[in-house]
């Protein structure tokens, strides 16, 4: 299989894991963030320098670092990057989608 197989590159919600090779993080990246969405990515490193790297590179709303599924009903803002989900929930980051900044000026 490769990154232009349909499950490879449809937001498929079941169990069902995709495993493409790559040759260095580079290529990783680039194969992951190669799709119109970005809901979640993993990373698995024993180098936190890296985790921070790949996690900062990945075009995914939420990027889990040595875990999968890992979700917060807390304060940590939850959604997805391109045309996964819509907005966020939890957080402050929620607020926006319920904001609509006006400004007015009044010359007295």
């Known amino acids: ?14 169990p069902i894991a995709v495993l493409l090779p790559f040759q ?12 119109v969405y970005g809901l979640a990515a993993a990373v698995f490193t024993k180098d936190l320098s890296r985790a921070h790297t790949m996690a900062d590179r990945l075009q995914a709303g939420t990027v889990w670092v040595n875990t999968v599924n890992q979700m917060s009903s807390g304060p940590l803002p939850f959604g997805g990057f391109k045309q996964s989900g819509i907005g966020r929930e939890h957080g402050t980051d929620v607020l926006d ?7 007015v000026v009044v010359n007295l």
Not at 1 to 14: H, K, L, P
Not at 24 to 35: G, K, Q
Not at 97 to 103: G, I, V
């Open 1 to 14: 299989m490769d990154n232009t197989s349909r499950v490879a590159r449809d937001e498929i919600f079941g």
């Open 24 to 35: 260095d993080a580079e290529e990783a990246v680039r194969i992951a963030n190669d799709t």
């Open 97 to 103: 989608a319920y904001t609509e900044t006006k400004a």
